[in-house]
């Protein structure tokens, strides 16, 4: 899990980054690896119940794979600079994470205009003035941003690997859902957080191996 936490249920630590003040949007990401191998790493203090035991909870023993994303992850902004990942965890077999696109920084002419409107007054509110669905249609369209930070993600890591001759492979699609309020954020937040703990009744990113939901 990455070091910065939310505050105050795991709230995002800064005013700027709250979903509704961004041009972009908010998204919970889950991505899995082919047919689940634990490529990424193993669980440690939750079969044997050395947790309870020890005192200790449960960690992920992450593989070089595994650190690769991490660090990835951590620094998401060095190589996209309009997205920022402020809470993410790294399972054996998957990975979640909050995602930020922010649509002043996105690499293209037209893609803050709504954005401008909004900060010259000629435009609704973002923050509750503008209709939910069109705010829904807002966020939505910075998907492609999206897909393009998790799929270079997904491809240096992949390249990591074969550099290093492990035959690894990720699915083919990620699961992402907009992310539509702060209640949603806190509980999104928590799940992130209680990953590890609750890794031995959840073992494919949420839900089953449909992966993804909570």
């Given at each position: 899990?990455?070091?910065?936490?939310?505050?105050?249920?795991?709230?995002i630590?800064?005013?700027?980054?709250?979903?509704?003040?961004?041009?972009?949007?908010?998204?919970?990401?889950?991505?899995?690896?082919?047919?689940?191998?634990?490529?990424?790493?193993?669980i440690?203090?939750?079969?044997?119940?050395?947790?309870?035991?020890?005192g200790?909870?449960?960690?992920?023993?992450?593989?070089?794979?595994?650190?690769?994303?991490?660090?990835?992850?951590?620094?998401?902004?060095?190589?996209?600079?309009?997205?920022?990942?402020?809470?993410?965890?790294?399972?054996?077999?998957?990975?979640?994470?909050?995602?930020?696109?922010?649509?002043?920084?996105?690499?293209?002419?037209?893609?803050?205009?709504?954005?401008?409107?909004?900060k010259?007054?000629?435009?609704?509110?973002?923050?509750?003035?503008?209709?939910?669905?069109?705010?829904?249609?807002?966020?939505?369209?910075?998907?492609?941003?999206?897909?393009?930070?998790?799929?270079?993600?997904?491809?240096?890591?992949?390249?990591?690997?074969?550099?290093?001759?492990?035959?690894?492979?990720?699915?083919?699609?990620?699961?992402?859902?907009i992310?539509?309020?702060?209640?949603?954020?806190?509980?999104i937040?928590?799940?992130?957080?209680?990953?590890?703990?609750?890794?031995?009744?959840?073992?494919?990113?949420?839900?089953?191996?449909?992966?993804?939901?909570?």
């Amino acid at each position: 899990m990455s070091a910065d936490k939310f505050k105050n249920k795991y709230r995002i630590p800064t005013a700027r980054a709250i979903w509704y003040s961004y041009g972009g949007g908010a998204y919970f990401i889950t991505v899995c690896t082919r047919d689940y191998g634990h490529f990424l790493g193993e669980i440690t203090g939750v079969e044997t119940g050395r947790a309870v035991e020890t005192g200790r909870a449960p960690s992920l023993q992450m593989t070089a794979i595994g650190q690769f994303l991490y660090d990835n992850l951590k620094n998401v902004t060095a190589h996209y600079p309009y997205a920022e990942i402020p809470l993410f965890v790294v399972m054996p077999n998957h990975w979640h994470a909050i995602v930020f696109i922010d649509g002043d920084k996105t690499p293209y002419m037209r893609r803050n205009a709504i954005a401008r409107a909004v900060k010259t007054g000629r435009a609704p509110s973002l923050r509750g003035e503008m209709p939910s669905n069109e705010k829904m249609q807002q966020i939505d369209s910075f998907k492609g941003w999206l897909s393009v930070a998790i799929g270079g993600i997904k491809s240096a890591v992949t390249k990591f690997a074969h550099d290093n001759g492990i035959d690894f492979a990720w699915q083919t699609r990620f699961h992402d859902r907009i992310i539509r309020d702060q209640d949603a954020m806190n509980r999104i937040a928590d799940y992130i957080k209680n990953n590890i703990v609750n890794w031995k009744i959840d073992r494919y990113g949420g839900g089953g191996k449909d992966g993804g939901r909570m």
